[in-house]
């Protein structure tokens, strides 16, 4: 059974720096792009950050481009978000995901991944 689970969100003030991971099980990780998502109150899903299957090829959001940084483990299976520099409009709710192809790309799309995470809580406020 897929599955992925996240943990470091909270609350942080503007400027900050929070460090999300997710951690997964039950399919071959080091084969798959991983993203990272984000759905804000009232706004529609967006990627923030993908990562191939190599670790060497990354995708950012433009909002996000120069303060978040994903990475890959693939030893332990994790993925991290580094976000720094945040900002009340980070305010969201923080899901990691699967891509639907093995050894594929970092891609944008909600539709190219088949598995999500629970979601963790990002508050950025002062």
């Known amino acids: 059974e897929v599955q992925l689970v996240e943990s470091g969100g909270g609350l942080v003030q503007p400027g900050g720096s929070l460090r999300l991971s997710c951690a997964a099980s039950?399919?071959?990780?080091?084969?798959?792009?991983m993203g990272w998502f984000r759905r804000a109150p009232g706004k529609e899903r967006e990627c923030v950050a993908s990562?191939?299957?190599?670790?060497?090829?990354?995708y950012y959001g433009e909002s996000v481009k120069g303060r978040f940084t994903m990475f890959r483990d693939n030893a332990k299976s994790t993925i991290t978000l580094q976000m720094n520099s945040l900002k009340t409009e980070d305010t969201a709710v923080y899901y990691c995901?699967?891509?639907?192809?093995?050894?594929?790309?970092?891609?944008?799309?909600?539709?190219?991944?088949?598995?999500w995470g629970q979601g963790t809580q990002v508050t950025v406020s002062s």
């Open positions: 995901a699967r891509n639907n192809r093995e050894f594929g790309g970092p891609t944008a799309k909600v539709d190219d991944y088949d598995y």
């Open positions: 039950g399919f071959p990780f080091s084969n798959y792009a």
């Open positions: 990562i191939a299957w190599t670790g060497i090829t990354e």
